[in-house]
């Protein structure tokens, strides 16, 4: 007897289970693909929306730097200026002997004027 090949009407009903088990797998398979989709586009739009926010506050925090750099750079010649003249003043004010006029009740009970001395003298 000769071999004789299957038909293909044979052989497409012999993969018939196999075709709709890959079909019904493929189904699936999108029904997860077009849930996935949606979720990340939810996340998509979350992360959007964070972004715009990041970069509001990102141009809010530079514009306070900016601004607070300037009122440092704008204080800091006056500061300086301050601290040399106090130094000026209280070295010679040691050196002097200046009178202090100081209000106010003392240690001692009086309210006069008290030499500059070693206790006040120089910057604190």
């Given at each position: 007897m000769p071999f004789r090949y299957p038909t293909p009407?044979?052989?497409?009903?012999?993969?018939?289970?196999?075709?709709?088990?890959?079909?019904?797998a493929t189904a699936d398979l999108l029904v997860k693909v077009t849930a996935d989709q949606e979720q990340a586009e939810k996340v998509k739009k979350v992360v959007a929306a964070e972004e715009r926010d990041v970069k509001t506050m990102q141009v809010e925090t530079q514009a306070m730097a900016d601004s607070a750099k300037a009122d440092l750079e704008e204080a800091l010649p006056a500061l300086n200026a301050a601290i040399a003249a106090l130094k000026v003043r209280a070295a010679g004010a040691c050196t002097a002997g200046v009178w202090e006029g100081r209000g106010g009740a003392t240690a001692g009970g009086d309210k006069g004027p008290r030499q500059a001395g070693p206790k006040t003298c120089g910057l604190v």
């Open positions: 009407q044979a052989e497409l009903a012999a993969l018939q289970p196999v075709l709709e088990a890959k079909s019904k």
